[in-house]
Nanobody, 121 residues
């Protein structure tokens, strides 16, 4: 089992950057496929980025080219670097861990509590 804690959220202006961190405890994060999701008010939770087998990374079309997911196994931490932020990126961002990876919530067994990202125009 693994526990996930996100941090790094905050308020930025459009065009700014943030880096989210997801610290894993318990079983090492390197043993899992990791993903980032987000949920805006009144909307369903959606896939943002994933780091699955090996170093393969996956992104939603709305963030591709602006966001980067990475992992530091020594620190048992997964990151989401977000550049060129837009007001539409405003949401609660969640870190998730699963056994094989995927783009749906059902692909992940463990979730963090979320961190708020607010982008103003």
């Amino acid at each position: 089992q693994v526990q996930l804690v996100e941090s790094g959220g905050g308020s930025v202006q459009a065009g700014g950057s943030l880096r989210l961190s997801c610290a894993a405890s318990g079983r090492t994060a390197g043993s899992y496929a990791m993903g980032w999701f987000r949920q805006a008010p009144g909307k369903e939770r959606e896939f943002v980025a994933g780091l699955w087998t090996g170093l393969s990374t996956y992104y939603s079309d709305t963030v591709k080219g602006r966001f980067t997911i990475s992992r530091d196994n020594a620190k048992n931490t997964v990151y989401l670097r977000m550049n060129s932020l837009k007001p539409d990126d405003t949401a609660v961002y969640y870190c998730a861990a699963g056994f094989s990876g995927g783009r749906t919530q059902n692909d992940y067994a463990y979730w963090g509590q979320g961190t708020q990202v607010t982008v103003s125009s």
